[in-house]
């Protein structure tokens, strides 16, 4: 069963990921924007939902289908250094820092914020 909640998880983690991807970048900008925003609510939900694991209020296999499953392939991190690749190639250098920064300060963050949810209100 296990295995089963990790395949669910990660297909409906890929398919939220396109659709807000495509969501978020339907101005056409340039700016790798819907990954970014992807990586850090990816963040915050695994820290989230670690937390409350850690804690013993979520099962193993609840935290194995949203953790490894759904954020697993919710967030991509392929993705994100295709995209700094592309922004260097296309000689957007502070576009490319301010992504880099972006994705590691802000999901850093978004992990501090998910732990503290977590540990406030379960």
Request: a positive charge; zero cysteines; aromatic letters at 14%.
């Amino acid at each position: 069963m296990t295995y089963l909640g990790i395949m669910f998880g990660g297909a409906l983690g890929a398919l939220l990921r396109h659709l807000l991807n495509q969501w978020i970048q339907a101005g056409g900008q340039s700016f790798p924007l819907g990954i970014l925003v992807i990586n850090v609510l990816g963040s915050f939900v695994l820290a989230f939902v670690t937390t409350l694991s850690l804690k013993g209020l979520l099962s193993e296999s609840a935290r194995l289908a949203i953790g490894t499953g759904f954020v697993g392939a919710f967030t991509t991190f392929s993705t994100f250094e295709w995209d700094t690749d592309r922004l260097i190639r296309e000689g957007r250098y502070g576009f490319a820092v301010m992504y880099v920064l972006g994705n590691l300060v802000l999901g850093f963050l978004a992990v501090q914020l998910g732990r503290w949810v977590a540990l406030r209100f379960w």
